[in-house]
């Protein structure tokens, strides 16, 4: 009796241990399923934004005089990787550049800087679905703007000192020169690898026609971006060819000289398509731009549905004890004298999590609804964006390192300069606790949008299109226009916040010390537009072509329906 007691209360523990097994494994498979959709819908949006603006990125690299002011070439930086949603695009244009001997290194520095700042743009813009809730969408703000705000100052801080000292041109050229560094065939991408298996069968890119065009082929801005044929067969045989002098030869083992003439070998490469890709607009008659179109409003219903359910499901499942062994293991703090150390492991898991995955983007805008929810701190969400900071930059280098071997060592330089632009970063703006100050403006924006959400779509236009934007036309102008009229804008914001921190904003009148004035004209404006609307809305309902239109299609009463039967005659 006592064996067959212990052999039941056993399987009765088993079952009970398998059935919390079995739902923790669903709970975990539903999480990473909103999760996959959420990534998947960050790659089409990518891809519709390099649909309706990626020639016009491309096209804007070509003029090379434009991009050698550093002010200049930075901003374009950053507005070419805002239009096509991928700085990695923008640095394989910059290289692609570098390559073909349009511009150095020197010149193409100051655009990478600008890349860093515009791939920011990402996660504000996931912060944007939770403005239906002032307290989470306050805190998730705040989150997504640190990398933002990390990534401007940065950029303010370096570029002068890049300019005077050259110290990123100087340190990258000494590390390029001294190793000799084997070229790769080609850069692994696991992200990629995961999401072809949804966004391959929706659209698919042929991204070397971006790189053509800014390169300066006209060819290839009559090529459309979607591609049509994924297997193709390139034929190379030689071919004689007369030149006009030995000079002219492609090779001097390929040179002969016959009588008066010299002839030499020349490479045909013929290509043959063989099997069309089988995503949905793979035959399409539509212009790129209109697809872009297409896929913008989609991709978008998507990341706000898949995010949002993500985030949903997470905070449901994880209550209890559940979630609060995870906020003690993510947000964890060594004993002293190691305190310290918890902040940089946190940024070193960043950066692996970011290699994994090759997509800082991705990752931040997971970090901002993890500490609008209460997941994780602030200083934590802080490390781990800044280890994501530098994780991206593997994705440059790995490019680098599939570029060929002639152009390897100017690609490949560019690629640190990258990545010694996130280490310095971290340098200035981690270490010293007193000098994280991407975590204090970021609070003051988190609480100011909680309050005035209408403040956020303000930020993201000025301070990822007006600004750089304006900036980009006063470099471009003269010097004099720059340092007269740029300087008083660049300092703006600095006076703003002195003028906070020391409570002097009330001698000023109330429009500009507040933003409580503006609220109150932007609430009237939309209360205004709203009533606009519905009394349009009641007019047409009124409107005699509308009472026609409801009169012949009512249907007939019941009455007249019987006077019509009582008139018919009998059969």
Same mark, same amino acid.
């Not at 491309?58 to 002011?69: E, P, R, T, V």
């Not at 390169?215 to 459309?224: D, I, L, Q, R, V």
């Not at 706000?304 to 949903?312: E, K, N, V």
């Not at 703090?333 to 997509?359: D, H, M, N």
């Given at each position: 009796?006592?064996?067959?007691?212990?052999?039941?209360?056993?399987?009765?523990?088993?079952?009970k241990n398998?059935?919390?097994?079995?739902?923790?494994?669903?709970k975990?498979i539903?999480i990473?399923?909103?999760?996959?959709?959420?990534?998947?819908s960050?790659?089409?949006?990518?891809?519709?934004?390099?649909?309706?603006?990626?020639?016009?990125?491309?096209?804007?690299?070509?003029?090379?005089?434009?991009?050698?002011?550093?002010?200049?070439?930075?901003?374009?930086?950053?507005?070419?990787?805002?239009l096509?949603?991928?700085?990695?695009?923008?640095?394989s244009?910059?290289?692609?550049?570098?390559?073909?001997?349009v511009?150095?290194?020197y010149?193409?520095?100051?655009?990478?800087?600008?890349a860093?700042?515009?791939?920011?743009?990402t996660?504000?813009?996931v912060?944007?679905?939770?403005?239906?809730?002032?307290e989470?969408?306050?805190?998730?703000?705040?989150?997504?703007? %640190?990398h933002?705000?990390?990534?401007?100052?940065?950029?303010?801080?370096?570029?002068p000192?890049e300019?005077?000292?050259?110290?990123?041109?100087?340190?990258?050229?000494?590390i390029?020169?001294?190793?000799?560094?084997?070229?790769?065939?080609?850069?692994?991408?696991?992200l990629?690898?995961?999401t072809?298996?949804?966004?391959?069968?929706?659209?698919q890119?042929?991204?070397?026609?971006?790189?053509?065009?800014?390169a300066?082929s006209?060819?290839?801005?009559?090529?459309?971006?979607?591609?049509?044929?994924?297997?193709?067969?390139?034929?190379?045989t030689?071919s004689?060819?007369?030149?006009p002098?030995?000079?002219n030869?492609?090779?001097? %083992?390929?040179?002969?000289?016959?009588?008066?003439?010299?002839?030499?070998l020349?490479?045909i490469?013929?290509?043959?398509?063989?099997?069309?890709?089988?995503h949905?607009?793979?035959?399409?008659?539509?212009?790129?731009?209109? /697809?872009?179109?297409?896929?913008?409003?989609?991709s978008?219903?998507i990341?706000?549905?898949?995010?949002?359910?993500?985030?949903?499901?997470?905070?449901?499942?994880?209550?209890?004890p559940v979630?609060?062994?995870?906020?003690?293991y993510i947000?964890?703090e060594?004993?002293?004298p190691?305190?310290?150390?918890?902040?940089?492991?946190?940024?070193?898991?960043?950066? /692996?999590?970011?290699?994994?995955?090759?997509s800082?983007?991705?990752?931040?805008?997971?970090?901002?609804?993890?500490?609008?929810?209460g997941? %994780?701190?602030?200083?934590?969400a802080y490390?781990?964006?800044?280890?994501?900071?530098?994780?991206?930059?593997?994705t440059?280098?790995?490019?680098?390192?599939?570029?060929?071997?002639?152009?390897?060592?100017?690609?490949l330089?560019?690629?640190?300069c990258? *990545?010694?632009?996130?280490i310095?970063?971290?340098?200035?703006w981690?270490p010293?606790?007193?000098?994280?100050?991407?975590?204090?403006f970021?609070?003051?924006?988190?609480?100011?949008?909680?309050?005035y959400?209408?403040?956020s779509i303000?930020?993201l236009?000025?301070?990822?299109?007006?600004?750089?934007?304006?900036v980009?036309?006063?470099?471009?102008?003269?010097?004099?226009v720059?340092?007269?009229?740029?300087?008083?804008? *660049?300092?703006?914001?600095?006076?703003?916040v002195?003028?906070?921190?020391?409570?002097?904003?009330?001698?000023?009148?109330?429009?500009?010390s507040?933003?409580?004035?503006?609220?109150?004209l932007?609430?009237?404006?939309?209360v205004r537009?709203?009533?606009?609307?519905?009394?349009?809305?009641?007019?047409?309902?009124?409107s005699?072509?509308?009472?026609f239109?409801?009169r012949?299609?009512?249907?007939?009463?019941?009455?007249?329906?019987?006077?019509?039967?009582?008139?018919?005659?009998?059969?």
């Amino acid at each position: 009796d006592l064996s067959a007691l212990s052999s039941s209360t056993w399987n009765d523990t088993m079952k009970k241990n398998m059935k919390v097994f079995f739902k923790t494994f669903l709970k975990v498979i539903h999480i990473l399923t909103f999760l996959f959709f959420f990534i998947c819908s960050l790659d089409i949006l990518s891809s519709a934004f390099q649909l309706v603006a990626g020639k016009l990125a491309a096209d804007i690299f070509f003029d090379g005089s434009i991009l050698l002011n550093p002010i200049a070439a930075s901003m374009v930086g950053l507005l070419v990787t805002v239009l096509v949603q991928s700085s990695s695009i923008c640095t394989s244009i910059i290289v692609s550049r570098v390559s073909s001997s349009v511009l150095t290194v020197y010149s193409a520095i100051p655009m990478v800087m600008g890349a860093n700042v515009g791939s920011a743009i990402t996660n504000t813009l996931v912060a944007l679905m939770y403005a239906g809730d002032r307290e989470v969408f306050g805190r998730v703000f705040t989150g997504a703007t %640190i990398h933002d705000l990390f990534n401007w100052m940065t950029l303010i801080v370096l570029l002068p000192l890049e300019l005077i000292t050259d110290f990123l041109f100087q340190i990258t050229e000494s590390i390029t020169t001294s190793f000799k560094i084997q070229a790769d065939d080609d850069a692994p991408e696991l992200l990629k690898i995961l999401t072809g298996l949804i966004t391959d069968f929706i659209i698919q890119l042929d991204k070397k026609v971006i790189t053509e065009i800014a390169a300066g082929s006209e060819a290839a801005k009559n090529k459309s971006l979607i591609k049509i044929w994924c297997k193709t067969f390139s034929n190379v045989t030689l071919s004689n060819i007369t030149v006009p002098s030995p000079e002219n030869c492609t090779s001097s %083992i390929r040179c002969w000289t016959e009588g008066n003439m010299t002839w030499t070998l020349r490479k045909i490469i013929f290509k043959q398509n063989i099997t069309k890709c089988t995503h949905i607009f793979v035959n399409t008659s539509l212009s790129d731009t209109v /697809v872009g179109f297409i896929l913008l409003p989609v991709s978008l219903l998507i990341l706000g549905a898949s995010l949002l359910s993500f985030i949903r499901v997470l905070n449901h499942e994880l209550k209890g004890p559940v979630a609060a062994m995870i906020k003690k293991y993510i947000n964890i703090e060594f004993p002293y004298p190691f305190t310290w150390l918890a902040g940089y492991l946190a940024i070193l898991v960043g950066a /692996v999590l970011t290699l994994i995955v090759q997509s800082s983007s991705v990752f931040t805008s997971i970090i901002a609804p993890l500490y609008g929810i209460g997941m %994780i701190n602030l200083q934590r969400a802080y490390a781990l964006t800044l280890g994501s900071n530098i994780g991206t930059t593997s994705t440059a280098i790995l490019v680098a390192l599939a570029s060929p071997r002639n152009t390897l060592q100017d690609s490949l330089q560019i690629a640190l300069c990258h *990545f010694f632009f996130n280490i310095v970063g971290v340098i200035l703006w981690y270490p010293i606790p007193f000098m994280r100050l991407p975590i204090h403006f970021a609070k003051k924006l988190g609480e100011t949008t909680a309050t005035y959400r209408w403040f956020s779509i303000v930020y993201l236009v000025i301070g990822f299109f007006l600004g750089p934007l304006m900036v980009f036309c006063f470099s471009i102008v003269s010097r004099t226009v720059l340092i007269y009229a740029g300087l008083p804008l *660049f300092f703006l914001p600095f006076v703003i916040v002195y003028l906070h921190a020391f409570n002097i904003f009330h001698l000023f009148p109330l429009w500009m010390s507040s933003l409580k004035p503006w609220d109150d004209l932007i609430t009237s404006i939309m209360v205004r537009c709203q009533w606009c609307g519905q009394t349009i809305s009641q007019k047409c309902k009124n409107s005699k072509l509308n009472k026609f239109i409801s009169r012949r299609l009512r249907p007939q009463s019941n009455e007249t329906t019987d006077q019509i039967k009582t008139t018919d005659p009998e059969p």
